[in-house]
């Protein structure tokens, strides 16, 4: 679908760009480096600091006793199978833990890289992972633990994380090949899901620095972990980005489940362009201490993965307070469980009011699942967004990352890096510009250069955020709305200065083949995970890509 020039402002994005062409128009957002482009050629699509060779160096003898043969006796009870499922198999004795590692693994080291399928979505395996998958079956042997119990838990279930995210034992390089050897702590969230069981597999690639680097690359790139390619489509649908690695290492089956960063747009985008489930969270229901920042205004981390069942037990395995986290709060539902978040029973969609974009009408999808809705007892009201826009959004971003990386640096780094500022992670590229930023460095180059006084930088917070809010507000008051219905990330970014949740889900796939999600965005995360999974239920949408068995 080529995207009306008039739509532009509902594109208002960071890490995505639609596969398809679209026209860009210059406003007073001043995002254009960061929002919609046309779908490109690559510069470079395989890393030049990773092979499968050091990937599998310390794994291949640890998983040699996996076959052929047991790997396909098993895809009938791991592919496109959700935690409860997962967990009910194993608890029958049908499957453990760690032969639901090594499927994994299986399919990584036989996909991921260097073939004719390969997607270049993974960038590090956490080395110690078939021992820690075998420590959680001898654990669950002498638990006096019922299955209902662990049914909707994340206990040994494998888990990538975006490579901004800390994690001992592996590096934390963010695509960067100065980060090459950040060797770090576990990061708060990672802490959290350990304490509930889950098995950290490894690393997925993303658009490098989180996308917020060089302006004119491909999403999906980075230096230390090469281009990510779509499953549905690996050299014409783009990925999204920036958490790319993570939505596309879902799609095809890698994980249970990944976490993913978004700071606008960045768990949205490669969530629905990879036809997977991405959530969104509130600013501040999850930790970001030990996540490698962009804007300690709107980062986040959420979850990504395959439905709506396994995306409310990740996040509830990842949320809590986090007292070194300057927005982190107490949530209000301070008696929230795992299972809370994904207990869909005796929900339905009657009598409750979603918003619909008229300029989005257009879209025979969209139109599609506004059927399915209303079916479901729903309302829709269709409305003309409000006349706002986010002035200085690309200044906010610039202001936030020259501090709030150094502050990373000082805290959260390995000290053994000698980094301390954007300016030196510029004066590093530069020594070998060619491998390590064949894109250039622009946006980096903008971070430093721009300059604001505290009151100008307060100033421009505070617009961006009534703006955003208004945006949403206005219209939710005026025709009480439980939420408002969006494609992809198309209002990402009024959605992250507004601070508000926002999850996609499967809604379909264009002529093309190239998936889109339908955006639900709201007000808390329980609710939109409701909607989400009535919606996901009734029109189950998503397709496991063809090429990956």
């Not at 062409?21 to 490109?40: A, G, H, L, V």
């Not at 662990?150 to 390089?173: C, E, H, Q, R």
């Not at 954007?422 to 510009?433: E, G, H």
């Not at 889109?516 to 007000?523: A, E, N, Q, R």
């Amino acid at each position: 679908m080529r995207v009306l020039t008039f739509l532009c402002l509902l594109l208002i994005t960071f890490g995505c760009k639609e596969a398809t062409t679209t026209t860009e128009k210059k406003d007073n957002t001043d995002i254009s480096d960061i929002s919609t482009k046309d779908f490109r050629e690559f510069k470079v699509l395989d890393s030049k600091y990773l092979s499968n060779a050091q990937i599998w160096r310390d794994l291949n003898v640890q998983i040699e006793d996996f076959t052929e043969e047991r790997y396909n006796a098993l895809k009938p009870l791991v592919l496109e199978q959700d935690i409860p499922t997962l967990q009910q198999y194993i608890s029958e004795g049908k499957l453990s833990y760690e032969n639901l590692t090594k499927f994994y693994l299986y399919r990584i080291r036989a996909f991921d890289r260097e073939n004719d399928l390969s997607l270049n979505s993974v960038i590090a395996i956490n080395p110690n992972i078939i021992s820690e998958a075998k420590a959680k079956d001898e654990a669950l042997r002498n638990m006096d633990i019922a299955i209902e119990d662990l049914k909707y838990s994340v206990y040994g279930m494998p888990i990538l994380l975006k490579d901004n995210i800390n994690a001992l034992g592996m590096p934390t390089t963010a695509g960067a090949v100065a980060l090459q050897n950040n060797n770090t702590n576990d990061a708060f969230i990672v802490t959290k899901l350990k304490e509930q069981g889950a098995l950290i597999l490894g690393k997925a690639n993303l658009s490098e620095w989180a996308y917020f680097f060089c302006g004119d690359c491909p999403s999906g790139y980075s230096a230390i972990g090469g281009q990510t390619l779509n499953p549905y489509g690996r050299k014409t649908i783009d990925t999204g980005g920036s958490s790319s690695g993570s939505g596309v290492a879902v799609a095809a089956n890698f994980c249970v489940a990944a976490v993913g960063s978004e700071t606008s747009g960045s768990i949205l985008s490669p969530a629905s362009q990879n036809s997977v489930v991405g959530l969104k969270p509130e600013v501040g229901l999850v930790s970001r201490s030990g996540i490698i920042p962009i804007s300690s205004t709107l980062d986040t981390a959420g979850p990504i993965a395959k439905n709506v069942t396994d995306t409310a037990i990740l996040l509830g395995a990842m949320y809590g307070y986090d007292p070194e986290d300057s927005k982190s709060f107490e949530s209000v539902n301070t008696k929230w469980t795992p299972r809370d978040f994904s207990r869909f029973e005796g929900k339905s969609l009657k009598n409750k009011t979603f918003g619909a974009f008229k300029p989005l009408l257009k879209d025979s999808l969209y139109l599609e699942a506004i059927s399915v809705l209303k079916a479901q007892g729903a309302e829709i009201v269709e409305f003309e967004p409000e006349d706002y826009q986010l002035p200085d959004f690309l200044r906010l971003l610039n202001l936030d990352m020259k501090k709030d990386l150094p502050d990373y640096f000082s805290k959260y780094a390995d000290p053994t890096l000698n980094l301390k500022s954007v300016d030196d992670v510029i004066t590093f590229n530069t020594k070998d510009s060619a491998n390590v930023m064949p894109y250039g460095q622009k946006l980096f180059r903008g971070v430093v250069a721009d300059t604001a006084t505290e009151e100008e930088f307060k100033n421009i917070k505070k617009i961006l955020k009534n703006n955003g809010s208004m945006y949403f507000d206005i219209v939710m008051k005026r025709h009480n709305l439980d939420a408002f219905l969006s494609i992809n990330n198309y209002h990402a970014g009024f959605a992250a200065v507004a601070e508000n949740p926002a999850i996609t889900v499967p809604m379909g796939y264009t002529e093309n083949g190239v998936p889109k999600g339908l955006t639900f965005i709201g007000k808390e995360e329980k609710m939109l995970l409701d909607f989400a999974y009535l919606y996901e239920q009734v029109s189950k949408k998503r397709q496991a890509p063809k090429d990956y068995n």
